[in-house]
């Protein structure tokens, strides 16, 4: 295999999370093309670049003269095999849907040129499930970021049993030069590290809550104090969203999980129902901005 060297890359789906990935590696001096499914959409994310732009200056001091680089380094294309001509690396960020995904890839495999590297930053997928899709098993593997990726900065990087060790290690090299802590994974492992800690976490907390052991403020308070930790299972929720959670839960209620359905119940009918759906309605477990948690006397 050649030396693999990246500097064109095409981010495919301008949504929550693809706008942020391509923002955050046109910020990082890579030309990047983003692909969506309509103009509209790839509209949405020129409007999407000026926000971050603006929380790019207010959280990691970016300059004016940075942000505005950046956005002048990332073109738009509704046309896969146009955005896809130049790609050393395609970084897909599609919906969440196994049958989505694999039409996808075989699009894909027909029109991005050989050489190109395919990455998906699926959060509960596994890449050996597309690998025979994208045509080139040995160049795919997959990169999952965090939402708030200039701040939460993660990179967990995991290939399925035949990617190449080479393009395993250019992808981590990559992942560092647009800002990365670089997570490498040694297997396949649903949810990778971070979900594979955090699902049983909250799954634990919302136990003792929603069984009447405690209630979310203590539990946080708990977590908390005897941890050190800046927030606690409860405040992480919100984080997520309420609606999220509730879809996780739903699928293993759907399995029979009978804490599962406690779970859905509670959130549907004191959450969801009245709109507390964490911090992107500002309820949620707790009132934002300001919750009690960042307050000096939560602990007291
Ligand atoms: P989203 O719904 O916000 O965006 C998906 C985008 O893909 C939309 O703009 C849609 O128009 C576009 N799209 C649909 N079909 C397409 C196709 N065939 N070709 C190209 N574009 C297409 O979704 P999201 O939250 O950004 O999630 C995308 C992926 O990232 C998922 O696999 C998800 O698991 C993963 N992810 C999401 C988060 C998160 O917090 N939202 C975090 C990490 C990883």
Redesign the pocket.
């Known amino acids: 295999m050649d030396t693999i060297n990246i500097k064109n890359v095409t981010v ?7 706008g942020q990935i391509a923002f955050q590696t046109a910020f990082h001096r890579f030309n990047v093309t983003i ?3 309509s103009n509209e ?1 790839l509209e949405k994310a020129t409007i999407k670049f000026k926000l971050l732009s603006k929380t790019y200056k207010k959280d990691i001091s970016a300059t004016q003269k940075e942000v505005d680089a950046a956005i002048a380094r990332i073109k738009f294309s509704t046309n896969l095999k146009e955005a896809t001509k130049d790609a050393d690396l395609v970084i897909e ?4 849907n196994i049958r ?1 995904k694999k039409e ?1 890839y075989i699009q894909l495999a027909k029109v991005a040129p050989l050489k190109s590297i395919f990455c998906t ?4 997928l596994l890449p050996s499930m597309f690998a025979q899709e994208t045509g080139r098993p040995e160049r795919f593997l997959a990169l ?4 708030l990726i200039w701040k939460h900065n993660t990179a967990e990087i995991m290939g399925h049993p035949t990617t190449s060790p080479k393009v395993f290690e250019a992808i981590v090299d990559f992942s560092k030069a647009i800002g990365m802590v670089a997570l490498p994974i040694h297997k396949e492992q649903s949810g990778y590290i971070l979900n594979s800690l955090l699902a049983p976490f909250l799954r634990s907390a919302l136990h003792l809550y929603v069984n009447n052991i405690s209630d979310p403020e203590t539990i946080d308070k708990t977590w908390i104090k005897a941890s050190g930790s800046p927030m606690g299972p409860f405040g992480i929720c919100d984080v997520v969203g309420i609606t999220t959670i509730c879809n996780i839960n739903k699928i293993l209620a759907d399995t029979g999980d009978e804490l599962s359905k406690m779970i859905v119940k509670e959130l549907q009918e004191n959450f969801i129902s009245k709109g507390k759906l964490g911090i992107p309605t500002g309820k949620g477990f707790y009132n934002y901005p300001n919750p009690a948690y960042e307050q000096e006397d939560f602990l007291k």
């Open positions: 495919c789906g301008a949504g929550v999370l693809g692909y969506d499914i959409i960020a599609i919906p969440e989505v996808f930053n699926s959060s509960t999952h970021f965090s939402n």
